[in-house]
């Protein structure tokens, strides 16, 4: 009935309707966060005396370590180790490549992409075909590529305002070139670099050999944009150029690791949990500052904001720290099992994996409802410049949990300089701006708090509504 509906929708718009209190406290949570965040701090350590933490490498365990140590010195009610085993593979010595053409050797930047095979120990030698995608290989099939290196020349689009959109429409050529150049013939792929700048930073990222065999695979590397342009100028003046390009890159067994969890038990209703989180392996070029130190120390101190600003949660606030994003989702993949196993009614879900940039809302993985409901609370965030809130993606680590009682969130900061350092060896802590971190902190913390005070409850009568 329409009446019953309307209903329904009234109380729900009041029982998330804020009030002056809410105001009074997301401003205590801000001040607090930028003049007295600890996020920073944390940074600091894990990407200047830490560094890079590749999965099942040594700085991974010890940031895992380091976080927990953290995490207990906050005094919350739980700090526990959740054990997950996690691919090994290791870069090995710093690659090599260059192209002859005409006569002359030009240097130029590559590096493995993450998964990849060796080239033979002298490295690998050929001649080179082009192509935007690796369906183009369809089209020219086994007799053109057999035997020679690919080079898959596709760039992410500028106009394109939202760069994560720009670069979806690129991440399966580094993901699926190799295997689908194998099939081929192709002793080796280079794949442009996903940046959206011209610069001499190759982009490392995970790629797949799907169900190829072992001894099919061929290695494959990323090249700089700034070498991917010039490679590309020396092919249309000479097709029989040589491309030569050395790696040692090796997969080891399983290993295992752990993600990092804190908790603040809840008071009212400690059996549902809202956990905020980020992934604390990266890429092994840079430290990891951005992608994603960043989200691992933003939701590290949503905890110790919501202690410090007094505020005593009704349900239980986790920070997960997820361990193997970047090359398995296995964190991911492990934290949901437990808790499906644990029969744990997780109703929120808030992950920071876009940067450590100036943060400019959020984005919502529920109901057209529920989303209508959060975007309540959005003038309470005008004064801090957050605007964004619309449906959408929100992180791959939580993304597991997914059902039809939680909402999944992701933080979205400003997107235009992600890529720039996303995977490269220019991802270091120099290039995170304090007070930007601070108020992505500060910004998670204060729906974490909007959500824990209201809930999240949704109609899931729906025959009821349509009667």
């Not at 442009?192 to 099919?216: K, N």
């Not at 949990?401 to 933080?411: E, Q, T």
């Amino acid at each position: 009935m329409k009446i019953k509906l309307f209903t329904i929708l009234l109380l729900g718009f009041f029982a998330f309707n804020y009030s002056q209190t809410d105001e009074a406290v997301l401003k205590t949570v801000y001040k607090t966060s930028l003049t007295n965040g600890k996020s920073y701090e944390w940074l600091d350590y894990l990407s200047n005396t830490i560094g890079g933490r590749l999965s099942g490498s040594t700085n991974a365990e010890l940031a895992v370590q380091y976080t927990k140590k953290e995490l207990e010195k906050l005094g919350l009610d739980k700090v526990w180790l959740q054990p997950v085993m996690v691919p090994k593979w290791v870069r090995g010595e710093k690659e090599m490549a260059y192209f002859e053409s005409s006569g002359s050797i030009n240097k130029v930047n590559i590096c493995a992409l993450g998964g990849s095979v060796a080239t033979p120990e002298k490295g690998v030698k050929a001649q080179v075909i082009e192509v935007a995608t690796y369906k183009d290989l369809e089209k020219l099939g086994k007799e053109k590529v057999q035997g020679k290196i690919v080079f898959i020349n596709k760039a992410l689009q500028p106009e394109l305002i939202n760069t994560f959109e720009a670069y979806g429409g690129c991440s399966s050529e580094r993901y699926r070139g190799a295997a689908e150049a194998a099939k081929f013939g192709a002793v080796g792929t280079v794949v442009r670099s996903l940046s959206s700048r011209q610069d001499d930073y190759p982009h490392t990222g995970s790629m797949s050999y799907g169900d190829l065999p072992v001894a099919q695979r061929i290695p494959s590397a990323a090249i700089s944009t700034n070498d991917a342009v010039k490679l590309s100028e020396a092919l249309k003046k000479d097709k029989n150029l040589e491309f030569f390009f050395e790696m040692s890159c090796q997969k080891f067994d399983d290993v295992q690791s752990y993600n990092v969890i804190g908790e603040i038990t809840g008071s009212e209703f400690p059996n549902e949990y809202i956990i905020v989180g980020g992934h604390l392996d990266s890429w092994d070029l840079g430290d990891g500052a951005h992608d994603d130190g960043a989200g691992v120390v933003q939701s590290m101190d949503v905890l110790r904001l919501l202690k410090e600003s007094g505020i005593k949660p009704k349900r239980s606030i986790r920070v997960v720290l997820f361990m193997n994003e970047e090359n398995g989702l296995r964190g991911g993949r492990k934290y949901a099992e437990v808790a499906n196993e644990k029969d744990e009614k997780h109703i929120f879900a808030l992950e920071s994996d876009s940067g450590g940039f100036t943060p400019r809302g959020f984005s919502f993985d529920c109901s057209e409802l529920m989303l209508s409901k959060i975007q309540a609370w959005k003038p309470l965030f005008k004064p801090y410049l957050i605007h964004y809130f619309e449906k959408g993606y929100s992180g791959a680590d939580i993304g597991p949990l997914k059902n039809n009682d939680i909402v999944l969130a992701g933080l979205r900061p400003d997107s235009q300089r992600y890529f720039d350092h996303h995977h490269a060896a220019n991802d270091t802590f120099e290039h995170v701006n304090k007070r930007e971190l601070e108020l992505g902190a500060a910004t998670m913390t204060a729906l974490v708090f909007l959500v824990d005070k209201y809930g999240v409850e949704t109609i899931t009568n729906e025959q009821e509504i349509k009667d």
